[in-house]
């Protein structure tokens, strides 16, 4: 049952302003956070970020704001910093950025006008427009059941009104119930399930609430099993002592061989994640790792270098048609990183401003 706290009358005509900053409160916790409703006018979005990712061809969709998973790193806080509405939702409910659960307000219309005119008639009706769409940039698409069924009829409308191909990425083993509920579109859904470690311990001292990496692995292996298609996401990666062993383990685990791509990432900088990562890792007992993440901040070129050896282990264990290795470069390592596409890697950033600003999808 839905409790609205800031009474606004839908009928009563809002200033934009008044209108991003609209919310309303239920009573329902979502994956033990209190949950809130922002309205939106829009489910997808055009231009991505993820298209110099190759995750998508440009548009991405999601249908909320913050996630249901707290994890230590992520970047979605520091792009949604200025956005009126979860400013207000911080400041009137007093609760901080991950302890709340925001989701867009009746999304599924919102998706339905994107897609179909007025007069019924689709806007995107070229059958040969097979274009991948990316969900979700903002939150996990399985982050608890509730999430993931209405992912389903999310892509349902996105896969009956186009002819796109939809690309989804999750940390929970939830990711099942989104294949199962669209079995009959195998050939249109590429699923994956990310993990920067196979340890299920250290996941939990950094990825709060997610599945653990043994559970998104038999997802992934069962998902392969069952004819989904599947790539690979193994990210964000720590530094590690033996970087062959740890990319050949992980590439084995996911099956590199029955991904139609892999991506892999080390931990990047996202406002105060790494310091986030480091609290999170030392409290629960993994000082070593603290540490070493610890030295990635104060040494650019221990940074450098721990992104180098990531990638060259990669390298060698998957192939370069198959591998899309995510690199935010810097000034000084453009030409190194630049020898490396033939090998899978993607330089993200051209300058120190666009470094830091990349990787912020346009949401
Ligand atoms: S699952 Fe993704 S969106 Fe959710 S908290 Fe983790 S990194 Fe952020």
Redesign the pocket.
Known sequence: MKKTIIVIDKNVKLTPAQAKAHYTWTETLSNGKPFFCVPTRKVISEGSQFQHKKLCDGRTFTLGW??????Q????KTILCRHAGIARILKESGLAF?DVVVEKEDPLPVLTRQLVGKNGQRKFPDPKDRQVVFS?P???VA?NRKTALLTVEACRIILDQTAWTIRL????AGLKLIAEGLSEYRERVIYGL?TGTLADNLARAF????SSPSARVRTLRWLQDNGYRTFGMICPSLPQEDYASFSSELAEAIRADRCEHVWAEVLNVRGKSMERTCTSLRARGFEKEAVRVEQLQDDPAVWETNARQTFLAHARTIPPEKLRFLQYVGAGQREWWAAQKPNGAILLGKTAATVRRAGRPRV
Do not use: N, R
């Open positions: 913050t996630c249901g998973f707290s994890c790193f992520c970047y979605v991950q979700s903002m939150i996990d982050a990425l999750s940390k929970s990310s990825e709060l609430g997610a």
